[in-house]
C-alpha cells in the first residue's frame, strides 16, 4: 500500500519544493540563524573558481617539469583509471546529477593523499625552486577546499532534494576505492602523477560547469 | 662513321633518360603532420605535410591508437576537412584520451612512415570565429557609445558549460593603424566611449576556451559616428576667452604701469648725494648761485665737537708721498671718510683705523697745547669747555697735529707751502711734512699712550694742500714752509689750525706766531682737504665730490693774518689742483 502511496508523496514533495528547485533562494544548510546566506549559484561558483584554480597550478607544474626532465615514456595509467569518468559531452550529459558529483568527489578524494606526499617530495627536491614547490602546497591545499566545497553543494543538493544519496553514502563507497589503489598511487613518479592530476583537475572543472548549468543556469552558460 | 657516333649517342642517351626516369621513381618521402586541431571540443581534425611521392602516385593514410589501447584504428574521413586531412567524427573522438597518431604515405615501391604524434583533444580546441558581430551607434547626441553584440560559434556549445569560451575585441578608427584591444571576458557584449565625432571605427572580435587557442577573427564591422560639438569642446573654449581676456587686461596694465615696472625690475642706480648741494644748480653753472649754496653752513661752527667725526687727514710731501703710501699699505686702515667710524668715542689714538694710533704725546705736550688752546680759546672767545679739549680731542677719532713728540723728533707739522711768501696771504693750504722715521717713532709711542691729545696728523689721504701742485698760477715756490698745528677739532669737519714757531726755521714769518686757524672743512677722498680759514665770513659748504671742484671756505681771520690764500684764479670760484687740493686763494679771490 506505501507503494501505490508512493509515487503521488513523492509528487506532493516536488510540489512543494518547486519554489526552491530553481536555486536562486538563499539557503543555510547547517541550520543557523546566523550564517550567511548562500544560493546554490553562489556555490557552484566558488567551487569552479576554485577548480579552474586548481587546474591552472597543475598546468603550470607539469610544463615546469617538461623544463627540467625530458619527457620519458609516461605510464598513462593512472590510479584513479578504476574510476569510470565520461569521455565525452553525450556521455557527460546523460549522467544524472547525482553520478556526477559522485565522480568528482570520488576523483577528489582519491588524489588528497598522493597530493600531500607529491608536496613533501617536492620540498626535498633541489632542482626545483621554492615557487614551484608553493605551487605544490598550494595545489594540495585546494584540492583539500574544493573536496570540502564540493560536499557541501552535494548536501545542498541534497537538501534541496536534487539528488537522493547523501554526501556521506557517497564518500562511503570511495573510502574503500581510495585504500584499494593507495599502493598504485604511491609509486608513481612526479612527472606520471601531474600528468594524471592534469587531465583529472580538467575532468572536475569541467562536470561541474555542467552540473551548475543543469542545475543553475544564470550566468555563464 | 660521324653519323653512326651521332646516332649512338643519341640512342645512349634516349636509354639513360629511360633509365634515370625509371631511376626517379622511389618509395614517397617521410610524411609530416603538421596540426590538429578541435573546433567544439567534440571533433577533431588532423593535418599532414606529404614528402615527396617518389615520382609515382602516393597514398596517404592515417592510423591512429588510443591510450592503453594496441587497436590500431584507421581514419574513417579523409575528406570533410580538406587535402591531406583526417576527420575524427564524434563517434571517434573521446576526451581525455591520448591518441597516437601517425601517417603513413605508400606507393608502389614503397611506405614510409611519419613521426608519432601523441594528441589529447583537451589541449588542441580552437573554436570558430564568433558570430553575427554586430556593432550599434547608442546613446544620446553629445554622448554617443558603441554597442558591440556578437554569439559563440554555433558549434562550440557554452550552453551546457562544456566549453567556455572568452571574447576578445579591437577596435579603430577608420585612418588609424593600430588596433585597440579589449577584454570581454565571458559576456557576450561590449561598450566602446569616448568616440570621435564624424569618424569611420572598424571593430573585429574573436574568441578562446579557457585552455586552448584563440579563433580566427571575425568579419570586419564599420559604423559611423555623426558629428556634433561635445559639451566638452564648448567648455574648453569658454574658458580659452576668458584667460585670453585676462591677459588681454593684464598686457593692458602693465603698459600703462611701464614705468613703474620698469622701476620695479631695473631700479636706478642711486647716485651721490651732498648734503646741501645741488647738482642741478652746479650744471647750470652759474656761479653765484654755487657758491652761494656752498656758504650755507654757519661759522663758527658749533663748538661741541664731541659730534665731529673724524676725518683723517694725511699730510705729507710730495718725496714721502710712497713711504706715506707704503704706510697706507702697512696700515691697511686708511679712511678718506670715518664720518661713521666705529672707533667714535674712543680715543683717537686707539683706533685701528687711524694712523694715529701709532703717534701718541707725552703728557708734557698736553699740557703745552692746552695752554695754547687757552689762550686761543680766550682769543676766540669760546667756552671754557675747550679747556678740556684735550681729552675730548682724543675721543674723535680725527687725527690731530701733535707739535712735536720728542724733542729730538721732528713734529708733525702742518707747513704752510711756500705760495704764501710771494702773495702775503696766508696760504691756508697744509702742507704737512714727515719723515719716515717720525712716523715709525710716533707709531710706537701712540700705542703706548692711546689717550694723549693732539696726534700726528695721519698720513691717511693725501692732504696734499700742496702748493706746489699749483703750478699753473704761482710756480714752484721752494723754500718757504709754513707749519701750522692742528690744535683741536671742531665738529665733524673742522681742524682748527694753529701755527707754530719753530726756531730752525726762523725764516718763518712772524704771522705765523700769530694764531691763525684754517679749518678743515671736510676730506675729499683720498686726496683732497677742505680747509676753511677761520674768519668771520662764511665759509663754503662742503664738497665730497672727488672730481668736482673742491670749495674751500677760507676765511680771513679778523686779525692780522699773515697766511693769505693764494689767488690762482679770479675769474673761477674753483680750482683743483694736480694734486687734488684746492687752493683756498682762489675762493678767497672771488669774495
Not at chain 1, 548562500?38 to 557552484?44: E, I, K, T, V
Not at chain 1, 608536496?119 to 621554492?130: G, L, P, W
Not at chain 2, 557554452?158 to 571574447?167: D, F
Not at chain 2, 680750482?575 to 684746492?582: E, F, S
Request: glycine share 6%; charged share 20%.
Amino acid at each position: 500500500m506505501f507503494r501505490k502511496l508512493k509515487g503521488p508523496v513523492l509528487f506532493l514533495l516536488m510540489f512543494l519544493d518547486v519554489q526552491i528547485i530553481v536555486g536562486s533562494t538563499p539557503i543555510c544548510v547547517h541550520g543557523h540563524t546566523g550564517c550567511q546566506a548562500l544560493s546554490l549559484a553562489d556555490l557552484f561558483d566558488r567551487v569552479i573558481q576554485h577548480s579552474a584554480r586548481v587546474h591552472g597550478l597543475s598546468s603550470d607544474l607539469h610544463s615546469d617539469f617538461d623544463q627540467y626532465f625530458l619527457p620519458s615514456k609516461i605510464n598513462r595509467n593512472c590510479h584513479t583509471s578504476y574510476i569510470l569518468t565520461p569521455n565525452g559531452k553525450e556521455n557527460a550529459q546523460r549522467l544524472a546529477g547525482e553520478d556526477l558529483a559522485g565522480v568528482i568527489l570520488k576523483l577528489l578524494l582519491a588524489w588528497r593523499d598522493p597530493l600531500s606526499q607529491f608536496h613533501r617530495s617536492m620540498a626535498q627536491h633541489e632542482d626545483f625552486t621554492s615557487f614551484s614547490g608553493n605551487k605544490a602546497l598550494e595545489m594540495s591545499d585546494m584540492v583539500q577546499q574544493l573536496r570540502l566545497g564540493v560536499e557541501r553543494v552535494a548536501e545542498t543538493m541534497h537538501l534541496l532534494g536534487m539528488i537522493s544519496n547523501s554526501v556521506r553514502g557517497l564518500i562511503s563507497k570511495e573510502a574503500l576505492g581510495s585504500q584499494a589503489s593507495g599502493s598504485e598511487a604511491r609509486s608513481m613518479t612526479d612527472q606520471q602523477l601531474l600528468y594524471c592530476f592534469r587531465r583529472d583537475s580538467h575532468k572536475i572543472q569541467i562536470y561541474l560547469k555542467i552540473l551548475k548549468c543543469r542545475i543553475a543556469p544564470e550566468q555563464g552558460c | 662513321m660521324m653519323r653512326g657516333a651521332t646516332g649512338a649517342s643519341l640512342v645512349l642517351s634516349l636509354l639513360i633518360s629511360r633509365l634515370l626516369g625509371a631511376a626517379c621513381q622511389s618509395p614517397p618521402g617521410k610524411p609530416k603532420l603538421t596540426s590538429c586541431r578541435s573546433p567544439e571540443k567534440e571533433t577533431f581534425s588532423c593535418w599532414w605535410e606529404p614528402g615527396s611521392n617518389g615520382g609515382l602516385p602516393t597514398n596517404y593514410s592515417l592510423y591512429y591508437r588510443k591510450e592503453n589501447s594496441e587497436i590500431v584504428y584507421e581514419c574513417s574521413d579523409y575528406h570533410t576537412s580538406g587535402r591531406n586531412s583526417c576527420f575524427f567524427s564524434k563517434n571517434d573522438t573521446s576526451i581525455w584520451v591520448n591518441y597516437n597518431i601517425t601517417v603513413v604515405a605508400s606507393n608502389s615501391l614503397g611506405s614510409n612512415f611519419s613521426d608519432s604524434v601523441d594528441v589529447d583533444v583537451m589541449y588542441i580546441v580552437q573554436p570558430h570565429t564568433p558570430e553575427n558581430v554586430s556593432v550599434v551607434l547608442e546613446g544620446t547626441e553629445d554622448n554617443p557609445f558603441l554597442l558591440v553584440t556578437w554569439e559563440p560559434p554555433h558549434k562550440a556549445d557554452t550552453r551546457s558549460g562544456w566549453i567556455t569560451l572568452v571574447y576578445q575585441l579591437r577596435v579603430k578608427l577608420e585612418k588609424d593603424d593600430k588596433w585597440e584591444e579589449h577584454f570581454a571576458g565571458q559576456q557576450k557584449q561590449f561598450n566602446i566611449f569616448s568616440l570621435h565625432s564624424g569618424e569611420v571605427y572598424m571593430v573585429k572580435v574573436r574568441c578562446k576556451p579557457d585552455h586552448g587557442f584563440w579563433s580566427e577573427w571575425s568579419t570586419v564591422r564599420y559604423v559611423r559616428v555623426p558629428d556634433y560639438i561635445s559639451r566638452e569642446m564648448s567648455g574648453w573654449i569658454l574658458i580659452l576667452t576668458f584667460s585670453a581676456l585676462i591677459c588681454i587686461v593684464f598686457v593692458w596694465t602693465a603698459h600703462m604701469k611701464r614705468n613703474s615696472v620698469k622701476h620695479f625690475l631695473l631700479p636706478p642706480v642711486p647716485g651721490p648725494k651732498i648734503k646741501g648741494f645741488d647738482t642741478q644748480q652746479l650744471k647750470s653753472g652759474k656761479s653765484d648761485e654755487i657758491f652761494s649754496t656752498l656758504v650755507a653752513q654757519s661759522f663758527p661752527p658749533p663748538s661741541d665737537y664731541e659730534d665731529l667725526l673724524v676725518e683723517y687727514l694725511e699730510v705729507y710731501d710730495n718725496e714721502e708721498q710712497e713711504l706715506v703710501f707704503d704706510r697706507k699699505d702697512q696700515e691697511g686702515s686708511l679712511k678718506s671718510k670715518s664720518s661713521s667710524d666705529t672707533d667714535s668715542g674712543r680715543g683717537s689714538c686707539d683706533s685701528h683705523s687711524l694712523l694715529m694710533e701709532k703717534c701718541s704725546e707725552s703728557r708734557e705736550d698736553q699740557t703745552l697745547t692746552s695752554q695754547v688752546k687757552n689762550s686761543e680759546a680766550s682769543r676766540r672767545g669760546n667756552d671754557g669747555s675747550h679747556a678740556g679739549e684735550c681729552a675730548d680731542v682724543t675721543t674723535q677719532t680725527w687725527p690731530t697735529i701733535s707739535p712735536y713728540y720728542h724733542h729730538d723728533q721732528k713734529p708733525c707739522y702742518q707747513s704752510i707751502p711756500e705760495m704764501s711768501e710771494q702773495h702775503g696771504v696766508l696760504d691756508s693750504h697744509l702742507f704737512l711734512t714727515q719723515q719716515q722715521d717720525y712716523w715709525e717713532t710716533s707709531a710706537e709711542l701712540d700705542q703706548k699712550n692711546p689717550y694723549i691729545g693732539y696726534s700726528c696728523v695721519q698720513a691717511y689721504s693725501e692732504m696734499t694742500i700742496n702748493g706746489v701742485a699749483h703750478t699753473e698760477a704761482t710756480g714752484p715756490q721752494p723754500g718757504f714752509v709754513e707749519y701750522v698745528e692742528v690744535q683741536h677739532v671742531k665738529q665733524e669737519n673742522t681742524l682748527i689750525l694753529k701755527p707754530i714757531a719753530q726756531e730752525e726755521h726762523g725764516h718763518f714769518r712772524r704771522e705765523m706766531t700769530e694764531h691763525h686757524y684754517s679749518k678743515v672743512n671736510g676730506m675729499v677722498s683720498d686726496n683732497v682737504l677742505l680747509v676753511q680759514r677761520e674768519t668771520a665770513s662764511q665759509c663754503l659748504s662742503d664738497h665730497q665730490e672727488e672730481e668736482n671742484g673742491l670749495e674751500n671756505c677760507t676765511q680771513q681771520m679778523a686779525g692780522k693774518s699773515t697766511v693769505h690764500p693764494q689767488v690762482v684764479l679770479a675769474q673761477e670760484g674753483l680750482h683743483i689742483t694736480l694734486n687734488g687740493y684746492v687752493d683756498t686763494a682762489a675762493i678767497m679771490s672771488t669774495y
